[in-house]
């Protein structure tokens, strides 16, 4: 994919989507008091659980398409700061995020989302991790995507350089005089 916002979205939005769920089985094994789709819920409806499953289904998918500008956040960081050491950049964008997240919604008391157990913060930081992990993982599978695509025609052979070429046509020509 040659668009950085539709690989960052794409890496984003699976990234979310693998740990939403995870993080959501952490909430049915009592691991994890509020989900994330349970906050994204809070956000969405400005009311505290318990939630429809219609209410659920629709701030699940709104969660993916925020999981989805985040990784277009990220994407975009990425020349800035460079790709080097990339898996640690995504563990520290995805927990910063976390905090920046959770530190907004502590600063403002808003209902609901405290105060949280240590159990639920240890969830949601694993969770976090775990989201920039596979965000940093799966940008650079798409970055590097179509260099190694089996479907695109590759090079049979080292290119020639055409200067050496050149010099040695020439070195040739005055050994023939």
């Given amino acids: 994919m040659e ?6 979205f794409i890496s984003g939005a699976v990234s979310g989507l693998v740990v939403t769920l995870l993080n959501m089985v952490s909430g049915s094994i009592g691991l994890n008091t509020l989900r994330w789709v349970d906050w994204m819920c809070i956000v969405m409806y400005d009311h505290v659980p318990p939630y429809s499953f219609g209410e659920t289904i629709f701030s699940f998918f709104g969660l993916i398409v925020f999981n989805g500008a985040l990784g277009v956040v990220f994407a975009y960081l990425i020349p800035l700061i460079s790709n080097k050491n990339l898996p640690f950049k995504g563990w520290f964008f995805g ?12 600063l403002f008391h808003i209902e609901g989302t405290t105060p949280l157990p240590l159990i639920s913060s240890i969830s949601s930081y694993a969770s ?22 089996r479907l ?26």
């Fill in 3 to 8: 668009d950085r916002l539709t690989r960052g």
């Fill in 95 to 106: 927990v910063s995020a976390w905090f920046l997240l959770d530190g907004l919604t502590t």
């Fill in 128 to 149: 976090a991790s775990l989201y920039g992990l596979f965000l940093a993982q799966l940008l650079t599978k798409f970055e590097y995507a179509g260099a190694t695509s």
């Fill in 152 to 177: 695109m025609p590759q090079a049979a052979m080292k290119p020639l350089d055409n200067n050496s070429d050149q010099d040695k046509q020439e070195s040739e020509s005055d050994e023939v005089k």
